[in-house]
Nanobody, 123 residues
Framework: QVQLVESGGGLVQAGGSLRLSCAAS????????MGWFRQAPGKEREFVAA????????YYGNSVKDRFTISRDNAKNTVYLQMNSPKPEDTAVYYC????????????????WGQGTQVTVSS
């Protein structure tokens, strides 16, 4: 098991920037594939980004590609999501997730989840 705690959420203006962090504890973080997902009110959970243990492979959801950047620092047991040029439609609760398998866009492939952090983008 790995415990995940997201931070960095808040209110941001459209076109600004925001960086989310997810701190991991418990099992060896450096062996985990990490993902970011989000869920807006009344909508299904949506894949945002994922990164392999060494950053060798990175996936992005189509709606955030070229605007968001996922990265990780294994020495700090932390994964990041840099949100540039956010839009009002990016407003959601953002969750980080971990799994030991191959990189995936599917939420059901991840077996550990954080509690989420709210991001609100104002127009």
């Amino acid at each position: 098991q790995v415990q995940l705690v997201e931070s960095g959420g808040g209110l941001v203006q459209a076109g600004g920037s925001l960086r989310l962090s997810c701190a991991a504890s418990g099992r060896t973080f450096s062996r985990d594939t990490m993902g970011w997902f989000r869920q807006a009110p009344g909508k299904e959970r949506e894949f945002v980004a994922a990164i392999t243990w060494n950053g060798g492979a990175i996936y992005y959801g189509n709606s955030v590609k070229d605007r968001f950047t996922i990265s990780r620092d294994n020495a700090k047991n932390t994964v990041y999501l840099q949100m540039n040029s956010p839009k009002p439609e990016d407003t959601a609760v953002y969750y980080c997730a971990a799994q030991r398998g191959i990189i995936s866009r599917r939420g059901d492939e991840y077996d550990n989840w954080g509690q989420g952090t709210q991001v609100t983008v104002s127009s």
